[in-house]
C-alpha cells in the first residue's frame, strides 16, 4: 500500500503494530491472564486499533498531498519549458524586426533622397522623366513587398493555429481560442505529442473532444464577469499516466456545485441557460475510463484561481484540494470526496 509510505524507517505505525502484537502474543500464551489483566489489554487492543486508524489516515492524507506536489512541479515544468520557447521564439522575431529596422535606417532616407532630387529636377525630355519615375517606383515596390513578406511571416507565426495531429482537436481548440479572443482573454495550449498519443490510446477522440469542449465552455463562463482572462490548458505525462489539465483565472466553484458534482446538475448561471450538464458530462467521462479528478482552488490568483486535473490512473478517485477546506468539508457527506487544506504541508 503505497501510501502507507514514510522515509522514517522508525515510525508510529511500525511501532503500534509491534505493540498489537506482543499484546496478541501475550494473550495467547499459556498463561491464562486474571480478568482485570485481560480487561486492561483489550483495553490496550482498542487503543493500538485507534491509534493505527488514525496514523493510516494521515498516511493516506500525506500521500495525496505528495502527489499533488508532484504533479504541480510536473505541470509547472512543462509551463517554464513552454516559457523558454516562447521567449526564443520573440528573441528571433526581435533579432529579425532589428536587422529590418537596421537596413531601413539606410534605405528610407536614401529613397527620401531620391524622390526629393526626381521632384526638383527639371529633365530635358519627358521620356527621361517618366523613366526615372518608373526606376524609384519599382524600387519603392521592391522595398514594400520585402516589409510585407517580412511582417506577414511574423504575424502568421504569432497567430498560428494548434495542430496536434487530431484534425477535431484542433477545431475545437482554434475554435475556443476565438471566443476566448472575443473577450479579450488569452488562451494558450501546451500539449505534448508522446502525452497526447498514449491519451488517444486509452480515450476515444470523440471523448477527449467532448471532455475538452465541456471543461474550456465552463472555464469561458466562470471568466465572464472577471477582469483577467485566462485559461491555459496542459496535455502531459507524469509517471506513466497522461494528464489533462486547464487551469483558468475565473471565480472558484460554488460550494454546492463541489459537493454534488456527479450526483446532481448544478449551475451558477441558470438564468443566462446554464444547466450543469457540462460537469456532469465530464463526471460521466471520468467513471467511464475510471480516471481521478483534482480540483485545485488558489487562495490568490497566481495567475489561475483554480486548475481542473484529470489523472487516467484507473483509480477513480475525487479530490479537492483547496484552501477553503475549513468551509467545504461540513457540507461533504459522500466518502468518494476528499478535501485537503492547499497550504504546502505534508505534515
Same mark, same amino acid.
Given at each position: 500500500?503505497?501510501f502507507?509510505?514514510?522515509?522514517? =524507517?522508525?515510525?508510529?505505525?511500525?511501532?503500534?503494530?509491534?505493540?498489537?502484537?506482543?499484546?496478541?502474543?501475550?494473550?495467547h500464551s499459556d498463561n491464562?491472564?486474571?480478568?482485570?489483566?485481560?480487561?486492561?489489554?483489550?483495553l490496550l487492543l482498542a487503543?493500538?486499533i485507534?491509534?493505527?486508524?488514525y496514523?493510516?489516515?494521515?498516511?493516506?492524507?500525506k500521500?495525496?498531498?505528495?502527489?499533488?506536489q508532484?504533479?504541480?512541479l510536473?505541470?509547472l515544468?512543462? +509551463?517554464?519549458q513552454?516559457?523558454v520557447l516562447?521567449? !526564443?521564439?520573440?528573441?528571433r +522575431?526581435?533579432?529579425e524586426?532589428s536587422?529590418?529596422?537596421h537596413? %531601413?535606417?539606410?534605405?528610407?532616407p536614401?529613397?527620401e533622397?531620391a524622390?526629393?532630387?526626381?521632384?526638383r529636377?527639371n529633365?530635358?525630355?519627358?521620356?527621361e522623366?517618366?523613366?526615372?519615375?518608373?526606376?524609384?517606383?519599382? +524600387?519603392?515596390?521592391?522595398?514594400?513587398?520585402?516589409?510585407?513578406n517580412?511582417?506577414?511571416s $511574423?504575424?502568421?507565426?504569432?497567430?498560428?493555429?494548434?495542430?496536434?495531429?487530431?484534425?477535431?482537436?484542433?477545431? $475545437?481548440?482554434?475554435?475556443?481560442?476565438?471566443?476566448?479572443?472575443?473577450?479579450?482573454?488569452n488562451?494558450t495550449?501546451?500539449i505534448?505529442?508522446?502525452?497526447?498519443?498514449?491519451?488517444?490510446?486509452?480515450?476515444s477522440v470523440d %471523448?477527449?473532444?467532448?471532455?475538452?469542449?465541456?471543461l474550456i465552455?465552463?472555464?469561458?463562463?466562470?471568466?465572464?464577469?472577471?477582469l483577467?482572462?485566462?485559461?491555459?490548458l496542459?496535455?502531459?505525462?507524469?509517471g506513466?499516466?497522461?494528464?489533462i +489539465?486547464l487551469? !483558468?483565472?475565473?471565480?472558484p466553484f460554488?460550494i454546492s456545485v $463541489?459537493? !454534488?458534482?456527479?450526483?446532481r446538475?448544478?449551475t451558477?448561471?441558470?438564468?443566462t @441557460?446554464?444547466?450543469?450538464? @457540462?460537469?456532469?458530462?465530464?463526471?460521466e467521462?471520468k467513471?467511464?475510463?475510471?480516471?481521478?479528478?483534482?480540483?485545485t482552488?488558489?487562495e490568490?490568483?497566481?495567475?489561475?484561481?483554480?486548475k481542473?486535473t484529470?489523472?487516467f490512473?484507473?483509480?477513480?478517485?475525487y479530490?479537492?484540494?483547496?484552501w477553503?477546506e475549513?468551509a467545504?468539508?461540513? =457540507?461533504?457527506?459522500?466518502?468518494d470526496m476528499h478535501?485537503?487544506?492547499?497550504?504546502?504541508?505534508? !505534515?
Amino acid at each position: 500500500m503505497t501510501f502507507l509510505y514514510t522515509s522514517q =524507517f522508525a515510525n508510529y505505525g511500525i511501532f503500534t503494530c509491534l505493540f498489537y502484537m506482543l499484546i496478541l502474543s501475550y494473550m495467547h500464551s499459556d498463561n491464562t491472564p486474571s480478568v482485570k489483566l485481560a480487561a486492561i489489554l483489550h483495553l490496550l487492543l482498542a487503543i493500538c486499533i485507534i491509534i493505527l486508524i488514525y496514523w493510516w489516515q494521515s498516511q493516506l492524507t500525506k500521500a495525496y498531498r505528495r502527489k499533488l506536489q508532484a504533479l504541480e512541479l510536473e505541470s509547472l515544468r512543462n +509551463e517554464l519549458q513552454e516559457k523558454v520557447l516562447l521567449l !526564443d521564439k520573440l528573441q528571433r +522575431e526581435n533579432n529579425e524586426l532589428s536587422r529590418l529596422i537596421h537596413k %531601413d535606417n539606410k534605405l528610407i532616407p536614401a529613397m527620401e533622397n531620391a524622390v526629393y532630387e526626381y521632384l526638383r529636377s527639371n529633365p530635358s525630355g519627358q521620356a527621361e522623366t517618366m523613366s526615372q519615375g518608373t526606376l524609384l517606383l519599382e +524600387e519603392l515596390q521592391h522595398l514594400s513587398e520585402n516589409r510585407h513578406n517580412i511582417l506577414y511571416s $511574423l504575424s502568421f507565426e504569432e497567430n498560428e493555429n494548434f495542430a496536434t495531429g487530431i484534425v477535431p482537436l484542433d477545431a $475545437l481548440l482554434n475554435y475556443m481560442n476565438k471566443r476566448i479572443a472575443t473577450l479579450r482573454g488569452n488562451f494558450t495550449a501546451s500539449i505534448s505529442p508522446s502525452a497526447l498519443s498514449q491519451l488517444s490510446e486509452i480515450v476515444s477522440v470523440d %471523448d477527449i473532444v467532448h471532455l475538452l469542449a465541456d471543461l474550456i465552455e465552463n472555464a469561458i463562463i466562470c471568466l465572464s464577469d472577471c477582469l483577467s482572462r485566462d485559461i491555459k490548458l496542459q496535455i502531459y505525462r507524469h509517471g506513466k499516466y497522461p494528464f489533462i +489539465e486547464l487551469s !483558468d483565472s475565473g471565480i472558484p466553484f460554488e460550494i454546492s456545485v $463541489l459537493t !454534488d458534482l456527479g450526483i446532481r446538475a448544478a449551475t451558477t448561471h441558470a438564468e443566462t @441557460g446554464g444547466t450543469g450538464i @457540462g460537469l456532469m458530462d465530464v463526471w460521466e467521462l471520468k467513471n467511464k475510463y475510471k480516471a481521478s479528478l483534482h480540483i485545485t482552488e488558489y487562495e490568490t490568483a497566481c495567475p489561475f484561481q483554480k486548475k481542473i486535473t484529470l489523472l487516467f490512473d484507473r483509480k477513480n478517485q475525487y479530490l479537492i484540494y483547496t484552501w477553503r477546506e475549513e468551509a467545504i468539508k461540513p =457540507f461533504v457527506q459522500r466518502i468518494d470526496m476528499h478535501v485537503l487544506a492547499n497550504n504546502g504541508n505534508l !505534515d
